[in-house]
């Protein structure tokens, strides 16, 4: 009686170890093919791929796509969670502007990006620096500079730099962050981007240069569709004194603020109240010295914010400060200092294999890197 009822203990105690070990050994190999999933290199999946055999760009993505969204994963959650309670109250809402807001009570000085490293000894050796605004969904446009005018910056005298606001929208940051990675060419600021933050996005650009690069001769201020002839802009520089306490660019005489409060232009009398603006030079590119790039700082902040960046600082800040305007017909020329990069494009720069070989290259390197 004794012995069957001791068999079929140890039957029931083999049952209960085999119930707990086979949990036991799945949990085991599910971490273990998890890991090769989640924390080998893709780099070295990479190698492998290429050794084996040529693999498509796609195939690629694929192997930089899963290793992303395996990295994000942590701190996804709580940076999702931010977000949404972000983008229901900040974007497009903050204060009326069209009241009359200082521009010290809407911006936040710092960024996110520090990036030192573009101008080295605060730009002592620099003789210009470049800054590109551009917004934070344009990676193409900012790849198109680079590829394009943008190689000038190899040069240990010439600095360039794109200039973004921030987003709430994640996928965007994490391309960014990863853009970022294989430049370190991007300053983002602490204000949202959007167009009608234009001018904090200028003063972003005053407070950096003033912060990281005062000693470098001259500043010229751009966008990412524009197509700037370096040499001559060089050769524009070679002419000027850094000294002089003035703005170089295509100079916009007696405008009128727009008054029709639905045009995107509009400006209040409560922000703006003579009827004409001060001469300034206009947004797609113009020149300064970086050493006034302070005293442009710090009254900007204490002017009444409006969204049109290129009236604000270089019409009524710096008629403010008595510093000059000054035109200069190489910003007018069509064949100028600058103009639309998509002309430049279409003519010596699209054309031929050099082009497309440095974009292949360009696209290779971005997915090895990552
Ligand atoms: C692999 O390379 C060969 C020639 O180098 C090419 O013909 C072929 O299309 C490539 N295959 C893939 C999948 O890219
Ligand atoms: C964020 O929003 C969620 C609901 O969407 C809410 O429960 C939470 O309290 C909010 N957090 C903050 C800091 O406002
Ligand atoms: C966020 O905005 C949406 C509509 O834009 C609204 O339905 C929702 O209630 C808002 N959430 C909060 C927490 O205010
Ligand atoms: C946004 O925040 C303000 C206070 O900061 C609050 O009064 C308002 O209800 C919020 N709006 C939404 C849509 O959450
Ligand atoms: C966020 O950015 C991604 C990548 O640029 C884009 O595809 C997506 O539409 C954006 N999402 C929103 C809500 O704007
Ligand atoms: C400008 O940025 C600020 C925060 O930096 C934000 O509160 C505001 O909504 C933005 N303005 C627009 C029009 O997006
Ligand atoms: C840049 O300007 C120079 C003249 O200074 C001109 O010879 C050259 O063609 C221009 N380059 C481009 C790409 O426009
Ligand atoms: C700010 O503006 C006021 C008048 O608008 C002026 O008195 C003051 O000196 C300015 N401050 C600075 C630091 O420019």
């Not at 996928?171 to 600021?189: A, F, H, M, P, V």
């Not at 409060?261 to 020149?287: E, H, M, R, V």
Request: aromatic fraction near 10%; charge should be positive.
């Amino acid at each position: 009686m004794g012995v069957p009822w001791l068999a079929q203990v140890r039957c029931l105690h083999l049952a209960i170890f085999a119930l707990a070990v086979i949990p036991l050994l799945l949990c085991l190999s599910y971490f273990n093919t998890n890991q090769l999933h989640t924390t080998a290199s893709p780099l070295r999946t990479y190698d492998i791929r290429l050794v084996q055999g040529n693999t498509s760009l796609s195939e690629r993505s694929i192997v930089v796509g899963t290793h992303a969204s395996g990295t994000s994963e942590a701190p996804q959650p709580v940076a999702a969670s931010h977000q949404t309670n972000n983008t229901n109250n900040t974007s497009g809402q903050g204060p009326d502007l069209t009241r009359g807001v200082a521009a010290e009570l809407i911006y936040e000085a710092g960024h996110v990006d520090v990036n030192s490293q573009i101008c080295p000894d605060l730009g002592k050796n620099i003789k210009l620096l470049i800054t590109v605004t551009s917004a934070p969904s344009h990676e193409s446009a900012r790849l198109a500079v680079r590829e394009t005018w943008g190689h000038f910056a190899i040069r240990k005298d010439i600095a360039i730099a794109f200039m973004l606001g921030a987003t709430s929208n994640q996928t965007l940051n994490d391309k960014i962050d990863k853009e970022q990675s294989l430049y370190g060419d991007i300053i983002r600021g602490k204000f949202i981007d959007t167009y009608d933050n234009l001018t904090l996005k200028t003063i972003s650009m005053l407070e950096w240069v003033d912060n990281y690069c005062p000693k470098a001769s001259f500043v010229l201020k751009t966008d990412d569709d524009m197509f700037i002839n370096v040499s001559r802009l060089l050769a524009f520089i070679a002419k000027h004194n850094p000294e002089q306490r003035a703005i170089y660019g295509r100079l916009a005489k007696k405008w009128k603020p727009i008054r029709n409060k639905k045009s995107k232009y509009y400006i209040s009398p409560q922000q703006y109240k003579p009827s004409t603006f001060p001469d300034f030079t206009t947004g797609p590119a113009y020149l300064l010295p970086a050493q006034i790039s302070k005293d442009l700082y710090v009254a900007a902040l204490n002017h009444t914010y409006f969204k049109l960046e290129d009236v604000f600082v270089t019409g009524i800040v710096a008629n403010g400060l008595k510093i000059k305007r000054i035109h200069a017909p190489e910003f007018l020329n069509k064949k100028g200092i600058f103009y639309p990069l998509q002309r430049a494009k279409r003519n010596q720069y699209t054309h031929g294999e050099k082009y497309r070989t440095i974009r292949s290259m360009e696209k290779i390197t971005r997915h090895c890197k990552v």
